[in-house]
């Protein structure tokens, strides 16, 4: 449970990492990327894996690239849900989830 809770805030924190460093997508304070984390944990709980069952066949064709753009789709969503968390198009979706997943990759790295 604990180690949840750690994955659970450092992703938030990598939400609001990139959100305040790039232009990417924009969020307002660290409350807005923790409810904004919370959300697209269900989601990739949620959602994700029928996206991924469904467009299968196309990501395998990519050799896996249309992953990006699954995770970008998980993060739109995430947008229209969470109020202060605004993205600015599919595309900077799909690079966004890139950047937050490196970003809470070498979170995780440093401190976990």
Same mark, same amino acid.
């Given at each position: 449970m604990e180690d949840t809770l750690i994955q659970f805030f450092l992703l938030a924190i990598s939400i609001y990492l990139v959100g305040r460093i790039t232009d990417l997508f924009s969020v307002d304070n660290l409350f807005t990327s923790i409810v904004a984390a919370l959300v697209l944990a269900l989601i990739n709980v949620t959602l994700k894996p029928i996206f991924e069952f469904i467009f299968f066949p196309l990501t395998f064709l990519t050799f896996g690239v249309? =992953?990006? !753009?699954?995770?970008?789709?998980?993060?739109?969503?995430? =947008?229209? !849900?969470?109020?202060?968390?605004k993205l600015h198009g599919c595309l900077t979706a799909s690079i966004a989830a890139l950047l937050i997943s490196l970003v809470n990759a070498l979170l995780l790295k440093i401190f976990y």
């Amino acid at each position: 449970m604990e180690d949840t809770l750690i994955q659970f805030f450092l992703l938030a924190i990598s939400i609001y990492l990139v959100g305040r460093i790039t232009d990417l997508f924009s969020v307002d304070n660290l409350f807005t990327s923790i409810v904004a984390a919370l959300v697209l944990a269900l989601i990739n709980v949620t959602l994700k894996p029928i996206f991924e069952f469904i467009f299968f066949p196309l990501t395998f064709l990519t050799f896996g690239v249309f =992953a990006l !753009i699954i995770n970008g789709l998980c993060l739109l969503i995430t =947008a229209k !849900i969470v109020p202060k968390f605004k993205l600015h198009g599919c595309l900077t979706a799909s690079i966004a989830a890139l950047l937050i997943s490196l970003v809470n990759a070498l979170l995780l790295k440093i401190f976990y």
